[in-house]
């Protein structure tokens, strides 16, 4: 975590970021998105409460001088008041609301169950805005082909590791960045830490195995505290995930895919799309796959298979059915 945003924070803000970050393992973004989302409440309730001039901009509104008392002031109207400021003043749709939900029901947890500083949790009901569900973007198979024929330069076969892993394990941008060469496995596993450094294990097809060798003989060897990260950069430090991002931006573009929407998390989706069209894997083995704690996060990819959706349409018994065909002589007369 970024030590810097603690300078604004008062203690009990500072304890609960310290506690999301080493207990509950959330990463350093993670923890930095906590903060944005609490600041601008705390922000807004000194204004709400008439603890600021009304012609202080907000970011000129400290937060450090608010008490755990302010804290406990608060209503669930004034929550909903700001949630009503975002919409209308900050023009937040309703996926970002709801995040700042997610934050309030996190901190407020906090400050309830682990430091005892309420006895009720004043947002115990506190309802997540509903927002509508786009259903994921991602490279058909052809397109899949397309980008992996079109790699090349003088990073070749790193590039085309990077961009195999992706299509062929489905993994996150940071799971990919944070590799370790211990990470691959005699098995043909692949460690990899995820959301709440959680690990899990990915195995790896016979295209990834080949994309690893070929990538591991020219693979630059380092001295650096990076000397163990696979992927590494010109630099010789482990790649960055900036880099990564600017690596597919660039493949996607010589294969002629830019300007569709596509990115590297696309890859992702690209890559849980194919399996269960595809590969017919089962909902729960790609939730594993994936990472998800919830299988309804997992559950969007069923909605984009047309494909499946047509074949069990053709399995219906009554499929098969023809419409019997009618005598067009009108019953009872004769020739």
Partial sequence: MNTNILNDCPQYLRDFLFYMETIKGRSSRTVEAYYIDLRTFLRFIKRHKGLV?????DTDIKIADITIDIIKQITLSDIYEFLNYALSDRENSAKTRSRKVSSLRSFYKYLT???????????????????????????????SLELLTHIDGKDQARDYCIITLFLN???RLSELVGINLADIKDNNTLKVTGKGNKERIL??????????????????VVQTTD????????????????????IVDQCLKTAGLSGKGYSTHKLRHTAATLMYQHGGVDIRLLQDMLGHE??????????????????????????GVKQRKVSSKKEGTED
């Fill in 169 to 171: 394990c489905g993994m």
């Fill in 203 to 220: 195995y790896l097809n016979q295209a990834c195995l080949d994309a690893i060798a070929a990538y591991k003989q020219v693979r630059p």
């Fill in 294 to 319: 919830n299988l309804g996060t997992t559950e969007i990819y069923t909605h984009v298979s047309s494909k499946q959706l047509e074949e069990a349409a053709k399995k219906n018994p009554l499929s």
């Fill in 227 to 246: 000397k163990n990260a696979l992927f590494i950069s010109k630099q010789g430090r482990r790649i960055s995930n900036r880099r990564v991002e600017q």
């Fill in 53 to 57: 001039d009304k012609k202080t901009v």
């Fill in 113 to 143: 169950t682990k430091a005892n500083l309420f006895e009720e949790n004043p947002v115990l009901d506190l309802e997540i805005p509903s927002f509508k569900r786009s259903l994921p973007k991602y490279l058909s198979l052809e397109e």
